[in-house]
């Protein structure tokens, strides 16, 4: 007779950890990863615990930095020990109960977006009466691609739902809006921004529904790199020859975003996630939740291949209703595997140290007080050469402060952008402005103005010495693609 031996109890991690050592971190060149994503970024905190523990390595007083002193041999020592570094799983991707690789049964569904799993657990959720409503993000029927966040109450709102659009929406009002229309039981589809958002106001000492009893809100999170801005990205699109209203579909895959006319043919056009890096929006560069940590149920394609998606399950209500799902034919569902979950980690990563590289510039233009120009008399409106009106009202694209040297008759004008992308070509204009006529003209032309970058521009004003100064200037911004964006007259005059 022979005893039974114990069953070993191991955690859903448990079989990565050599992943974690040998690739994570850096199977070739750890050392390297060390010095290009924490030495050079500038968030290293000179503990020399790298230098520490590992036998090539010492600290360098005069540099403030790691250097080698023999070969590396890419063990992943000095990285692993870095308090800097992001490696244990954990805290890549959050915890989770249950992870698989599913994809739907409902033939509405097939050949949706990805694996259609989000579409099909909402049908089988409006079947089983288990919710009211669900708030989803839809396409504007009036504004192609543009997001509107919206209540359904039916499975086949849910079909017609289905799709990504990778841009914000304003989910969480809608979901307020659902709230006060007396909807008790309501499923939140949303990305991990918006996701922490409900989790903030269910569980914070001041969530405003902390205390709330007449509504259970199911989240069902959406794996999330980057959210493209409507206003930069749409219009290239449109310059590259892309018919926005006859794209059915758009996907990100293997670093690329994919534009489709037929959601089952090849992709119209497709470009690299660094190409449209420009057109995202820059509260994406902070964020460093790919899955959706704080959701019942996370969805993603990461990791799972063609036409089907990565589940985590991180709640008991989560992993009941998949199962559940599954079982009333819903989904297809299988165990994940260790080559899931190594990509999913690995480009959880990625997520978690783009913070390390953001960087806010500041660019100083200086014009030379003694340049002659010849002034300007006759003034003409600005021509809109994208043919558009620009958006004037919507969204503030830049704001402007001054501050006068007076010593120096030189009025310091510093222009921010505060639209959240990239503004490409844009052409500054700025005049003394005496009753009906303009002089002294000063036009220049920024290539790339990043988001909440500021420039500082120093324009001359004329004055006689030792005299109070007073000045009208006009300030105007223009882009190709949105025309005149900004246009405000700074008044100079002494404080009295």
Known sequence: MTEDKPEQTETPYEYSFEFIQKKLEGKKDSFGMLMKEIVRTGICTECATCAAVCPVLEWDDLTAQPKLIGKCTGCGICYNQCPRTITDPYQLMGEFKTGYVSNTNIPEVIGGQDGGTVTSLLCYLFDEHLIDAAVVTMKDPSNPWHPVAQIITSKDDAIKSSGSIYSHSQTVEALMDAVRQDFRSIAFVGTPCNIDAVSKMFDSPTGMLKYFMRC???????????????????????????????????????????????????????????????????????????????????????GSGA????????????????????????????????????????????????????????????????????????????????????PLGARKFLSVSKDLKETDQILNISLTNTIGFVLEDMKIRIVSVEELF????????????????????????????GQPIRANVLVEASTEAFGKIFSRTLKIAPEE
Request: glycine letters at 6%.
């Open 216 to 302: 259970h809100v199911l989240k069902i999170g959406l794996f999330c790199m980057d959210s493209f801005a409507p206003e930069a990205i749409y219009p290239f699109f449109e310059k590259e020859g892309i018919d926005l209203s006859k794209v059915q579909k758009m996907d990100i895959n293997k670093g690329k975003f994919h534009l489709y006319y037929d959601p089952q043919g090849e992709p119209v056009k497709s470009y690299t996630i660094r190409q449209l890096d420009k057109f995202k929006s820059s509260s994406c560069n902070f964020c460093t939740d790919l899955t959706a940590e704080n959701a019942d149920i996370s969805v993603g394609s990461v």
């Open 307 to 390: 036409n089907k998606n990565t589940v985590f399950a991180r709640s008991g209500i989560g992993t009941e209703i998949m199962e559940d799902a599954a079982e009333k034919g819903y989904l297809k569902i299988e165990p994940f595997n260790a080559i899931n979950l190594n990509a999913v980690l690995f480009l959880a990563k990625l997520k978690k140290v783009s913070q390390y590289t953001v960087r806010k510039r500041k660019v100083f233009i200086v014009r030379d007080a003694d340049e002659k120009e010849e002034p300007r008399i006759e003034t003409k409106p600005e021509v809109d050469q994208a043919g558009v009106k620009p």
């Open 438 to 465: 303009e002089k002294k003209p000063w036009i220049t032309t920024i290539t790339e103005l990043f988001p909440f970058e500021t420039i500082e521009i120093g324009y001359p004003i004329d004055g006689e010495p």
